[in-house]
């Protein structure tokens, strides 16, 4: 049996309307709240490679990027996006979707999963 695993917060509505659409077309998953259980620096350095980089996994839209400090919008390196990631969970976009064969995407629109799971 392959699983899907959902990563975000439970509270999110969008990672709220994901796992409502999964368990309504019965794909198997799992949810993992990654503030709970943090995400590896190594995990989220694969997730933004397979995305095609941190800017495609980084929330630029929301609060949290917008309270930063302006001198911590400007990561350079895998480490200092890893550490910003580790302080601020919320700035991941949700959610990541992680299917069994190890492709990565992130965000939920009712068509884009149509799409992604075949349905």
Known sequence: MTV???????????CKKARNW???????????DYRAH???PATLKAWAQHLG?????????GTTWRNL??????????PEWTLLL???????RRPVVVQADGAV???F???GFKKLFGR
């Open 4 to 14: 899907t695993t959902l990563y975000g917060l439970p509270n999110c509505d969008t």
């Open 22 to 32: 999964l368990t309504r077309f019965e794909v198997t998953h799992e949810f993992v």
């Open 38 to 40: 943090p995400v590896p």
């Open 53 to 61: 980089g941190w800017e495609k996994l980084v929330n630029k839209s």
């Open 69 to 78: 400090l302006p001198q911590r919008k400007n990561p350079g390196t895998d």
């Open 86 to 92: 580790k302080e601020y969970p919320a700035l991941v």
């Open 105 to 107: 995407s992130v965000g």
């Open 109 to 111: 629109t009712d068509n």
